[in-house]
């Protein structure tokens, strides 16, 4: 299971000193509206695209539980999952183009609602990219305002409690804080876990580029510069607003370890480590073994494995350090998601859905609902939806474990 970290007793006094907003309606798709903006690790267009029907990487197929609707404007990057003191899942996903969030049921995948509009004040983002929650906290990188911003998650009090009638209330989102903005350039993906009760670190990587080819893309600078690929943080609660700390940057320099086109980080405590998604295709796209405190094993998995473009990273795992990491390949068609022993980093076999495809970011929650009592793991889909596996049919479809014990 995912660590966590007591942050209810906090939220009244932090909700009472927070900037707030409500969440707005969906917005309907406009296939019509273009996603032109580039990402520093893009190649050639569309008919260079790889194609997972014309790769032969062998994978099983898993058909999604369902896919969100489609938002095509929004350029969707990245999800991830509170879930409500009552057990209900809600499912965020950064909309790039949009600068808000995304909220759906995690159930069933309905749009539910909105959060936050084009800008820098809290509240407020430009180009949202990675994101993660923790506890009752959810933390999301923008690339173009260069920080990493907080936000609380709570449920409004019930409208009524007459037997029988539905519960329509979604949660409230409220910019408690941000931090970053001194030593971030142009970051991109990150890592959050509790240090203890009341500290949290968070580590995000950052994409600063040396400039752009004839081409339009954007070159990583030479190896001796790329020291600074992870910035780490550290956040005290117990006051009325977070305090962030900035700790140190990372990354290795050398050829076989450096970070060339990061994004995607995800850890592992009990077994010391860091996995960290190379998505540079010139060099060769894969996944980095780190240490926890930033040193790199001398081992990069997948280089044999990943045909397209190594993106997002999640970890299934149980108290006695054993479980499975997930990394996607992100072929255009339909995505392919690499699944390793947690410890060994073994190659246990792939699974790719019948819809989903170029996906970025992913989330795995371990801690399930009703609809997926034994979890569940969401994938972006091309740049407008989320779709739903549950781990029930990815378990069978591999021989994994669908819980750590029973």
């Known amino acids: 299971m995912r660590p966590t970290v007591c942050v209810s007793a906090l939220l009244p006094v932090l909700l009472a000193l927070s900037a707030c907003a409500t969440p707005e309606s969906p917005r309907a798709s406009d296939p019509s509206k273009p996603l032109v903006e580039r990402e520093p690790d893009e190649r050639g267009g569309a008919d260079t695209d790889p194609l997972l029907s014309r790769s032969g990487v062998a994978h099983q197929v898993v058909e999604e539980a369902f896919v969100t609707p489609a938002t095509q404007q929004d350029n969707i990057d990245s999800p991830a999952v509170w879930r409500a003191p009552n057990g209900r899942l809600w499912l965020l996903a950064t909309a790039k183009q949009g600068g808000a969030l995304t909220i759906y049921d995690g159930d069933d995948g309905r749009a539910v609602g909105r959060f936050g509009r084009e800008g820098d004040a809290l509240g407020e983002f430009r180009r949202p990219n990675g994101i993660a929650v923790l506890g009752d906290l959810a933390f999301v990188v923008e690339r173009d305002n260069r920080r990493v911003q907080v936000l609380s998650l709570s449920m409004p009090a019930a409208a009524s409690r007459e037997v029988g009638v539905a519960d329509t209330r979604t949660p409230q989102l409220r910019a408690l804080m941000s931090f970053g903005q001194q030593q971030l350039q142009q970051p991109y993906g990150l890592w959050v876990r509790a240090l203890g009760p009341q500290q949290i670190e968070v580590i995000v990587t950052d994409a600063y580029m040396a400039g752009e080819d004839a081409d339009g893309n954007e070159i990583p600078p030479p190896l001796e510069q790329l020291g600074r690929r992870m910035q780490r943080y550290r956040l005290q ?52 073994d780190y240490t926890l405190d930033g040193r790199y094993r001398g081992q990069t998995i997948g280089q044999d494995l990943f045909k397209a473009q190594a993106e997002g990273i999640a970890l299934w795992q149980c108290e006695d350090g054993s479980g499975y990491w997930i990394a996607t390949d992100q072929f255009k068609d339909r995505s392919v998601f690499h699944v390793f022993d947690r410890v060994s980093l073994r190659h246990l076999g792939a699974f790719a859905g019948k819809t989903v495809g170029n996906t970025d970011g992913v989330w795995l929650q371990q801690n399930g609902s009703v609809r997926f009592p034994d979890g569940v793991f969401y994938a972006v889909h091309d740049d407008q939806a989320v779709g739903a596996f549950d781990w029930r049919g990815i378990a069978q479809a591999l021989g994994l474990r669908s819980r750590c014990s029973g």
Not at 243 to 268: L, M
Request: charged share 20%; net charge negative.
């Open 237 to 288: 609660l117990g006051a009325a607003t977070p305090v962030a700390q900035h700790v140190a940057a990372f990354g290795d320099t050398s050829a076989a370890g450096a970070i060339r086109v990061p994004e995607s980080i995800w850890g592992d405590p009990a077994n010391d480590r860091l996995l960290i998604a190379e998505e540079d295709l010139s060099t060769g796209t894969a996944v980095r």
